[in-house]
């Protein structure tokens, strides 16, 4: 699976880069604060007195699905089949490569529309596909911008939330050679001129899914632009990729899902197009694709299942609100991320996909204050599986110098922790030594990381119990 | 061994399944449908259409309905669906409307060009202010997607309270389409400095005309 691998340095350097760049800070704060407030008005008791409710149906049924996932995505795969489409199961990137190949090479397909897909991204889908000649356009009008830009996504659902309107103007005048224009509106109708002419000329269209419904054999693609609705009905094959967890059991249970996702998402009741597709146009039908393709991707994700615990970050839906209300992703943003997945939910998916030791700074980028756990709408708890992560790494380090010295540390803060008498002793102690000084002259190993980003503040001049002591009458 | 084998494998071996093991009971679906009457439902939806900056009436006869959509479209080009009811109101014999498409490329040649698409709608969902589209010979898929400005006439007795009475109703939408579409207001995006701008891909109108139908 091709990568890029980030150890703690690197990953210190582009956060580093992020927090010095005030343009940056504060297009992600804002963006991140506008949408936690529109989710918030649109979750208020008086227009969704349920939502407790639904969160916890949601939970139930999304781990149902988890823990008899082979049942029903073979169910998935029978009715998918019965309507005439067809099914491909991938073990890794590799084999999506191979299979969307296999599809498109006899069938000359020359050109491909892409709406946004997540999963897409985690397969590097769009350089294979060039490999072999085949063009491939993003869609949505954020991955346009940055397909031309040759970045990755910045969010789940706003991509190119790091971007101004003058970034977009430069980048149309440079790559489509039309006249510098700041104006958002003529930007976005740059965007429909150019992107309906391939919509129209496109061979095939690559969608990802935000749920695959088992009793219905349908893919479910939730969007705003209706980029997706076009993808999936204007070229003649239609191939939705999709990781093995987006099953659900069945299409009443959407009126669960679609409840909490554009609310938790963007604070929409509903986005403005849910596409629920299942095979081929009918007989009859006058348009929509003639080929309809499911590709199942595995890529990391059976190895979640057999922990308990772990397997919950399966039923995440993707609406990325745990990254708008996180603390950390709003101060160093998304590409300071290794992989596709940003913020919280990225922070259990990505070591847990790939490997610990592949991603170990990840689990510990979290202050663990738990926001992105009581808005997660299928209510995965992240802090407890980064606990989870962390104490795993901690394992893996057994024998090494740091972990040694923080064994010992913990034990002997242990010891004196317990010891009423010992403590007091040690923290008058401390308070004499300590202050502000304490920073650069720090020099013990785990104390110099610790003490890089933080300033240890003076301790008070007289203790608690002290100032108890005195005023207790 | 196959891919599909290796993947159904793994995930056997770690959940501790057996190949065809049914599973235990599921989570009942959680369907809840209000009681209300149609009034209601209708002036909720209008509410819901104009918040999402479409516009939306309420008419009393198909005739009204043929009257408003002529006002709408003020005898320009416009494409309408095949939906019987389109025909009965008359608004297929409107100037500057073409319909009866049944060979996808005319349709397409005429949906880039024309600057309006006139559908019904299977359904409307009065809590989200929703058009249901179901594709059918009647309705095909890119009338309310490729001209900017959507049309859509539905009968009064086709509103729904939400998504839940919508699957009480059709519990299994693909036994009988291939696609099923929620349209909530215009096309739109907010994908350059989360301002929001309508009518990126799809239309960046619309406009909903109900109709008392008798029942």
């Known amino acids: 699976m091709s990568t890029s691998h980030l150890d703690h340095q690197d990953f210190g350097r ?33 227009l969704l007195p349920d939502y407790q409710e639904l969160r916890e149906q949601a939970r139930l049924v999304k781990l149902h699905t988890i823990e008899n996932l082979d049942w029903y995505l073979e169910q998935f795969e029978r009715n998918v089949v019965a309507h005439g489409g067809h099914v491909h199961w991938c073990r890794d990137a590799e084999e999506v490569a191979e299979t969307v190949l296999s599809i498109a090479r006899p069938r000359g397909v020359k050109l491909v529309v892409k709406s946004k897909s997540m999963t897409s991204e985690e397969v590097h889908l769009n350089d294979r596909l060039a490999e072999h000649g085949i063009e491939s356009v993003e869609t949505d009008l954020g991955e346009y911008i940055l397909q031309l830009l040759k970045q990755r996504p ?53 969608s990802g899914a935000n749920f695959l419904v088992a009793d219905s054999g349908a893919i479910v693609v939730v969007e705003n632009e209706g980029n997706a609705r076009l993808s999936t009905s204007a070229p003649r094959v239609h191939v939705a990729i999709a990781g093995i967890e987006k099953v659900i059991p069945r299409a009443q249970d959407l009126a669960t899902f679609l409840k909490l996702l554009a609310r938790s998402a963007t604070g929409q009741m509903l986005s403005a197009y849910t596409s629920f597709l299942s ?10 694709p003639e080929e309809f393709h499911v590709i199942l991707l595995d890529g990391g994700r059976t190895k979640l299942l057999e922990d308990e615990e772990k397997r919950t970050s399966l039923t995440c839906i993707r609406c990325g609100a745990c990254l708008n209300h996180c603390p950390v992703y709003r101060k160093i943003g998304g590409h300071s991320f290794p992989w596709v997945y940003s913020g919280p939910i990225g922070a259990i998916l990505t070591p847990q996909f790939h490997g610990l030791d592949a991603e170990p700074a990840l689990p510990f980028a979290s202050s663990l204050c738990g926001a992105c756990a009581e808005v997660c709408p299928v209510k995965i708890d992240i802090p407890k599986i980064l606990l989870r992560l962390r104490s795993d790494i901690k394992e893996s380090e057994k024998g090494t110098a740091e972990h040694q010295f923080e064994r010992m540390a913990f034990r002997a803060y242990a010891y004196a922790a317990a010891r009423p008498k010992l403590w007091r002793r040690l923290t008058k102690i401390g308070a004499r030594f300590s202050g502000p000084g304490i920073r650069n002259g720090a020099s013990l190993p785990v104390v110099r990381d610790w003490l890089s980003q933080r300033d240890l503040p003076a301790p008070a001049a007289k203790s608690f119990r002290e100032l108890w002591k005195e005023r207790r009458p | ?39 209601a439902r209708i002036e909720l939806l209008m509410q819901r259409v104009i918040a999402l900056s479409g516009t939306a009436v309420h008419v009393a006869t198909l005739a009204e309905a043929c009257h408003t959509v002529a006002l709408i479209t003020g005898g320009a080009s416009a494409v309408a669906s095949n939906a019987p009811l389109l025909r009965d109101a008359g608004i297929t014999a409107l100037p500057g409307v073409q319909t009866g498409f049944m060979v996808e490329a005319e349709l397409r040649a005429l949906c880039t060009t024309a600057p309006f698409g006139i559908s019904s709608a299977d359904y409307a969902l009065c809590d989200t202010g929703t058009l249901v589209m179901m594709a059918s ?67 960046g109108e619309i406009h909903l005309i109900i109709y008392d139908n008798p029942t």
């Open chain 2, 1 to 39: 061994m196959t891919a599909r084998e290796a993947i159904l494998g793994q995930v056997r071996m770690h959940l501790r399944r057996a190949p065809s093991q049914s599973p235990p009971a599921i989570p009942e679906a959680r369907i809840r449908v209000p009681v209300m009457d149609r009034a």
């Open chain 1, 14 to 46: 582009i956060i580093n880069n992020t927090l010095a760049d005030p343009h940056l800070q504060k297009a992600v704060y804002t963006a991140t604060g506008r949408l936690m407030s529109h989710r918030r008005s649109a979750i208020e008791p008086h």
């Open chain 1, 154 to 206: 910045y969010h789940i659902i706003a991509p190119a939330l790091h971007l101004t309107r003058y970034d977009v103007a430069d980048l149309f005048e440079e790559k489509l050679g039309t006249p510098h224009d700041t104006v958002i509106e003529n930007q976005t109708r740059t965007a429909r001129v150019v992107l309906r002419e391939a919509f129209l000329r496109a061979d095939m269209g690559i």
């Open chain 1, 279 to 288: 095979g081929p146009r009918r007989a009859g039908e006058v348009d929509g």
């Open chain 2, 137 to 203: 010979p009647a309705d095909a898929r890119l009338i309310s997607l490729l001209p900017p400005v959507h049309i859509a006439v539905v009968p009064a007795d086709r509103v729904l309270s939400g998504l839940d009475e919508l699957f009480t109703l059709d519990a299994l939408p693909a036994d009988h389409t291939s696609s099923t579409v929620f349209i909530t207001g215009p096309s739109r995006t907010a994908d350059i400095e989360q301002l929001l701008v309508r009518g990126v891909h799809g239309p």
